[in-house]
């Protein structure tokens, strides 16, 4: 027996298995799921695993470690939460996203740091060795809301797209200011004397950490998707540079002090437009699945291991401090919700209502980043209480509030997501007010979002799809790939049906609801044709809709000195009719 | 920059994307791999890369650690291997590998051993140190034909499949005896004496090792088949298990120092079947194409190190040696070759031509875990010698052998892998010969190959499927599988061609070829849908077919005390056409 040679393997082995197995066993009875949360399941499970290495080693089993955690189990989770990310909700909200983000992690970090400062300077407690900076350091790590359990809880819940969005994109976001408040206090607490100029420093690293992450994202982003322009011939390393470049982004990031997780959402966000293009249906399918599989057991591991790595004696039991650190959590979140949404609503027209308003306070679970924060913290005599709050904190909102949380939406009638995807229908009305909007941007000068969605889209279409796209040169019409997708779906529905040869020849048809541009036939034909496709292929369809109807207005600017209006669109629109004839002769 | 912080993923990140990059770049010009084999090029760019180190360093390069080839590199491919491995070629000729990978194996190990022995005699190239024992377990590391090499030339050269699986089986195979006769060898170099004892222990450890990799591969195999049930519910994490258990009978094969690659592969093809028949198809196709990534990363990565590992100063160049062990490799590979298949052609109809026996010793090329096994060698005053053996003998084979092996082929005119797949109509045909043969050994009471290759079919839906499959319960008759797929695919293709609700209707056509079960009319529907279908569509029915057809002949035992012959077959079909016309109407 010669365990220690494949000791390390084997033992990385089997702890996925063991999340894997742990991961079947709570779906084979279809009850528990529903009522408890998984996360809550996991850290459970963790906790039991973590009781009998106790047990029988008759010490603390081992606690997860920071790096092991940050440079393997975090990146993917985050991969797969930018890779799928929706971004029309995401940029429609950037503005309140960031408002929560930044100052709401700020107000946060200081509003905790500075109570509990004043809890330390009540006698009975016993607490007053720990300095203010401490609170602040200790403040800055337990601020953050973590995108890991918020994604787990809010997944099964199934709120509407806004709500989750605000809250989910928070979670990702504030990892920049987190990063950049612990690293400056924890710098602070090993200085002699702290001058304003330091202070200043800190306040600039916000944008470096932050824009650099994005910075670093995006050109690792567009890097990947340049490279899949030349993996034509050996489709089958395609999905891994998809990995790759995001891991390196990250890496990269991390390596420079910049914010990983910013980097590695900008990096997919960045290149999926361009990679699903350039790639393979197969390659994206196994892209697609296996970054669910890893982003799903990674939050697996990163439960189980919370769970294991609470059992021990790592913890200083000062209740006091612990129960004003959950209480202080709560309330300066609450409060920080209530006073930023205000200035929110008072800009915009649809605004946040106090049902979601409580859901996004209620709603800052805290996680593993924290967890591993605290952790890395240098050792000093206080820091077992640290870790003792920060693992009460955390066990109290994921099993407390993650429990609660669906009954509540439930109790207070939360707008849910609508099940259905919009109909074709709907979704050219939205292009339609989303031209329409960009246009009253454009001619009453207003810089708005409208406006630079537009410009966005066409610097997109004029220079990087040249650039990043395979098949940029004989772009082929996406309404004729719609139709034909339809076709097929069409087809393969009367085979299955056993009525091929006898249902009436539909392509004329769809052809006409193509030709017509009017909505109110799309919406008829729409109708139709829902009973008969399922929601993954209409899901399908319009985002290649949704990517190509710009086309349609860019019939090049209203007035130009070179050409004349109107002078492409029609031979192009000649060049469909004429694809979509050859087609069907 | 805190790079320590990132190094060891930043750095493994780096060597993949740098062999998927070089990968890229070989595909870009069309002529380049043509002429010659990826694995050559790969160890240029390595050496090219170790140039460029020991250049800027002035000592040099990192070797390939022997710990990451066993337990990284290699797993991968082998896995792949033998997901993919055809198994009839493979259990047809499984008694021809076995003989080429024990006997020959050992063959040669001693072939090459005495013969060095014998050349390190002669005074002039000054050897006499180098013992007999050492020289044999060089030529246990040094005989054993290399998986990985062979698999990287053969995949480009379309051998006709009987010789591709005679080659590389035993590539595959040898393993065990690999494994023991250097692990014997390493400790009776350290042995003070050697007892008769020990020598008998090792062949015994033959079987052990062998069949203990067997052994423990299929039940990890069956295992992971039996998760797979479970699944339903959590599609994601599928794949995973398929991994997941591979890899652990690969390191619980090793922790016993059993052959590991025999495990992963007996594990392979244990589980594909049932995991296929469970998992869902676009977990099945992200397994697929995963592996396939995945060892051909790891094909890649092995080649550049071998390059860059070759650089240094690591050698003793003692070209009397090394020139022998050329050509002694080359000879005792060759005798060996010949003396087996003059027995293996004796007992056999279909013989292995001359032509096929030269490119059977020809494709004997060494690799990387010929170069493994040396740097793991105890240190000793001559290793270094060995490692400079080794080095040449591995370079000589995969360019010399594998660069001429290609035009040789074409010069021998070896035959050739059929490019198209067997039509259906010769699959019944091939089926029916089975049946009969299988009925032939019965009534002659020869128990030969299709004698058990019936019982094992048997036992194998009597029991095995009804553990290891979900839906066993309710098959769903796999003609009328076979039958929608190819209605469907009709369906597509008079969708793509515009041609839907105009073209004739076919099921009942199809229909008449299903229920009807003579063989003629199945090749006339053959010939005319092969126009409409592609190689892989066929493929896929075919393996549907191949496994199912079987169902066809069970129709009892021919006389049994309890039932009436043909009892359960008619209302079978009777519920089959009920199914078809059910879907028609």
Redesign the interface.
Known sequence: ???Q??Q???EI??W??LA??A??GF??Y?KLPSVVPESCLLIFVGLIMGGIIYGLNDRSPPVMDS?IFF??LLPPIVLDAGYFMPSRPFFENIGTILLYAVVGTIWNVFGIGFSLYGICQVKAFRLQDVSLLHNLLFGSLIAAVDPVAVLAVFEEIHVNEKLHILVFGESLLNDAVTVVLYKLFRSFCEMPTIKSVDVFAGVGKFFVVGLGGVLVGLSFGFTAAF?TR??K??R??E???VF?YS??SY??A????LSGIVAIISCAMGMKRYVEANISL??H??VK??M??WS??SDTLIFIFLGVSTIGENHEWNWPYICFTVIFCLIWRALGVLVLTFFVNRFHVNTITSKDQFIIAYGGLRGAICFSLVFLLPDFHRKKLFIAATTVVILFTVFVQGMTIRPLVDLLAVKRKRESAPTVGEQIHIRFLDHLLAGIEDISGHWGQYYWKDKLEYFNSKYLQKILLREYDQPKSSIVLVY?KL??K???E???A?Q????????SFLCSAFLCSSSDRAVITDQKLEDTLNPDVLDNMQEILARNLYRIRRTGPAYNRHTLPGDSEPTERAKEILILRH???
């Open positions: 027996l010669d365990y040679h494949v390390v393997p084997f082995t089997l996925i298995m894997s197995l991961k079947i779906h084979l279809n790096d440079l393997y490279t030349f993996t011939d050996i089958v390393i999905p891994l540079f790759l891991y390196l890496l990269t991390e390596m420079f002090h197969k390659s399918t196994t699945y296996f669910k599989m799903s057991v034909e076709e097929r069409h087809a393969i009367l085979a299955q056993g091929l040869g006898h249902g009436p020849a539909h392509p087609k069907s002769l």
